[in-house]
């Protein structure tokens, strides 16, 4: 299989043409757009700015989305130490949300000494939902050349009770841990409000709707908060907009009690689904749903190319597959 000589994808992902040099469109066009990066001083400073005029105006100055992966830890490291915020932080138990990720979201709450709520959502509802991503990621689409089917939806449900939230609690940022090679620049700060956050909920909750009925409903927003146009959160993604080395992001996450979970695969450090999804999603097109993320932060400096293949090439696990599927109540192999 032919692979880009300089990032780490493959022949298989979607409209990649490969140059006499055998690098691939995404690096030359990569390469011609000025330097990804320039920008981080100004999204700093906006966000201080940001701080200023928000903080301490309310019961808390930030709502972080809490995983318990080491991205997201040094997200929170970001927010109260470098920041100075006082946060609410929550998880959200997708039913596959791992032991070693329970403990290190106990360890750094107590280190951290935040206010943290769970939530967990009926099981039989995320099992509708994941199934549904299934049957339902089969065409490509952009959003599928990033993530699994699998991984998007349950991104975009977190997303949606991070914004419901924080409507409900007004509370003025909301804060995710997307990495620079989920997330460009641009997403660094957004400030949202209704009409954009009812536009993005209905391409993605009527579809949903229109298959599984009301039970997602309980994720997303409704007419209530919308009527509350006043009080939709900048949503912000610190860790684009800040030097992003992995060696030093788990140094500080180890700070706080942080551990590599062993019971998770090579790309993720919190959920149990992770294998299954890249399973399906790689025996479909091709490509692993990480080569995106993997291929730009390898572009960006902040991993080595060896380290990127490794990673996409590591066997996913099996016993942890046929656990995922047999908890969906699917046949395994
Ligand atoms: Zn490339």
């Known amino acids: ?22 690098i691939c469109n995404y690096c030359s066009s990569a390469k011609k757009k000025k330097q990804p990066r320039m920008g981080w001083n100004k999204y ?11 903080k301490a105006k309310g019961c808390y100055d930030c709502l972080v989305a809490y995983s318990g992966g080491k991205d997201s ?49 009926n099981f039989e509802v995320m099992k509708k ?55 460009s620049l641009a997403t660094g700060l957004v400030k949202t409000n209704a009409r954009l956050i009812r536009t993005m909920q209905e391409s993605v909750f009527l579809p949903l ?7 997602a409903k309980s994720f997303f927003l409704e007419e209530r908060h919308f009527r509350k146009t006043e009080k939709f959160p900048y949503s912000v993604n610190p860790l684009v907009f800040t030097e992003y080395k992995e060696e030093k992001i788990l140094k500080i996450a180890r700070q706080y009690g942080w ?43 902040c991993m080595t190319r060896e ?3 490794r990673r996409l090439n590591t066997d996913l696990p099996q016993e942890q597959i046929d656990s995922a599927k047999r908890k969906l109540g699917l046949e395994t192999s």
């Not at 920041?83 to 329970?102: C, E, K, M, P, V």
């Not at 599928?144 to 975009?156: E, F, K, P």
């Open 44 to 54: 700093q400073e906006k966000f201080m700015q940001l701080i200023s005029q928000y």
């Open 209 to 215: 709707w229109n298959r599984l009925g009301d039970c």
């Open 73 to 121: 830890t040094y997200t929170l490291h970001l927010l109260k130490d470098k920041y100075d915020l006082n946060l609410l932080t929550f998880s959200f138990d997708n039913g596959f949300q791992s032991d070693g990720a329970r403990r290190n979201i106990r360890n750094a709450l107590n280190n951290f000494k935040v206010d943290h709520w769970t939530i967990t959502p």
């Open 129 to 183: 939902i994941f199934l549904d991503a299934v049957d339902t990621g089969v065409h490509m689409n952009k959003a599928l050349t990033r993530a699994s089917s699998i991984c998007s939806i349950c991104i975009t449900l977190i997303r949606f009770v991070g914004f419901r939230l924080a409507v409900d609690l007004e509370i003025p940022l909301v804060a995710f841990g997307m990495s620079p090679g989920q997330a």
């Open 1 to 22: 299989m032919k692979i880009c000589s300089h990032c780490v994808l493959n022949e298989r992902f979607p409209g990649i043409k490969f140059n006499r040099d055998g």
């Open 259 to 301: 551990e590599k979970p062993d019971d998770t695969d090579a790309n993720s450090t919190n959920c149990l689904l992770n294998s299954f999804a890249n399973q399906v999603h790689i025996e479909r097109f091709g490509f692993n749903p990480y080569a995106y993320e993997i291929a730009e932060l390898v572009r960006l400096g």
């Open 307 to 309: 380290e990127g293949l």
